[in-house]
């Protein structure tokens, strides 16, 4: 009898682009964990179903709070998640 065996799900290492974005006119940039978040999230939004209301409310919360992390110094707050 011939064994099968795996080593798991091959997962390449990300490939970090040093990418910022603006919010209330200051631009922020991204470490690699936020430019994930972020590349993942407009990849979601340009998809066949985007994403529902529930999702983008999770989703601002997580990746805010993770900028606020990131940047503490930073205020954020108050930002409207509307999805407009």
């Given at each position: 009898m011939k064994t099968?065996?795996?080593?798991?799900?091959?997962?390449?290492?990300?490939d970090y682009k040093g990418l910022s974005i603006k919010i209330k006119g200051k631009t922020v940039p991204l470490s690699p964990k936020t430019e994930q978040m972020a590349l993942?999230?407009?990849?979601?939004?340009?998809?066949?179903?985007?994403?529902?209301?529930?999702?983008?409310?999770?989703?601002?919360?997580?990746?805010?709070?993770q900028l606020k992390t990131e940047n503490p110094g930073w205020i954020f707050w108050p930002l409207s998640t509307k999805n407009t």
């Open positions: 099968l065996w795996h080593n798991g799900v091959y997962v390449p290492q990300y993942a999230f407009v990849k979601k939004m340009q998809s066949a179903s985007p994403p529902d209301k529930v999702f983008y409310k999770n989703f601002m919360q997580d990746f805010l709070q």
